[in-house]
């Protein structure tokens, strides 16, 4: 599944989504990132408007993952969910180095948290999105 399908079936996409968790286990190549997502719409009974859901970001196959560390001027060292813009990049946005040693077939993806000033970025084969 690609990202455009996976928002497009989302009732307001990833918009105001936040992230909760990242998890990355090893030994089976995955990146967990645990999300609270907007599922309110603004013709929704005021009450809902602003209604999330939990949900699950699932990155298999994830061969390179980079958390970049938070700007030092952003409020970083407050807990909670964090708000983010996700995108499907060029592979120029990972170091060239590494990406040549990748094989099969692998997407590149940027995660800039908003409230951090900075990126996770993440090379993966395959991404999944199901509710919590």
């Not at 009974?45 to 390179?64: D, S, T, V, W």
């Not at 990748?102 to 199901?130: C, D, M, P, R």
Request: negative net charge.
């Amino acid at each position: 599944m690609n990202l455009s399908d996976i928002e497009s079936r989302l009732p307001n996409g990833l918009h105001d989504a936040k992230i909760n968790a990242i998890c990355r286990n090893l030994k089976t190549e995955s990146v967990d990132v645990h999300l609270d997502v907007l599922v309110g719409l603004p013709d929704d009974e005021p009450a809902r408007q602003n209604e999330y859901r939990q949900g699950l970001l699932r990155f298999e196959g994830a061969k390179i993952v980079i958390l970049e560390g938070p700007d030092v001027e952003s409020p970083f060292a407050h807990a909670g969910g964090v708000h983010f813009v996700l995108s499907e990049d060029e592979a120029g946005s990972l170091p060239d180095e590494l990406l040549k040693k990748l094989k099969g077939e692998y997407h590149t993806y940027t995660f800039f948290v908003q409230e951090w000033l900075s990126n996770l970025k993440i090379a993966a084969s395959n991404l999944e999105f199901t509710w919590s």
